[in-house]
């Protein structure tokens, strides 16, 4: 009767989804804007255009950013009046919000997202009103 040798070999197996490339290490993302998005209602303005600067203070993301900014009447269930969405790699991106309804409290949403890695994002918004 023969005995049956049986061999074991461990070999390194890789872990991962699918073969995607890694997320790249990147600072988290610092911005400011003008006007400030802090939640506070801003004084009231003649209009009819309204500017918006972001700027970018943190090291830039490799890809860049995705800046994406709405306006519409403050409150739940509105639509948007306003929206604006550029990607950049420069430090400052202006934005004019046009289209502002008279005598009404807007709310400005400001979402910057890195390109290269989605979860590194920033969100605020701000209130204002058209003369």
Not at 61 to 90: C, L, N
Request: charged share 10%.
């Amino acid at each position: 009767m023969l005995a049956a040798g049986i061999s074991f070999v461990a070999l390194p197996s890789c872990s991962g989804s699918g073969g995607g490339d890694p997320v790249p290490a990147e600072e988290n993302l610092v911005i400011t804007t003008s006007p400030a998005i802090n939640g506070q209602q801003e004084s009231v303005a003649p209009g009819p255009n309204f500017p918006l600067t972001v700027t970018v203070t943190s090291k830039m993301p490799p890809q860049g950013v995705k800046i994406e900014v709405s306006a519409r009447p403050d409150g739940s269930g509105t639509t948007a009046f306003f929206t604006d969405t550029k990607t950049t790699s420069g430090a400052t991106t202006s934005f004019t919000i046009t289209n502002t309804p008279q005598l009404t409290v807007s709310r400005v949403t400001v979402t910057v997202t890195s390109v290269s890695k989605a979860t590194n994002t920033k969100t605020g918004f701000y209130l204002y009103s058209r003369k």
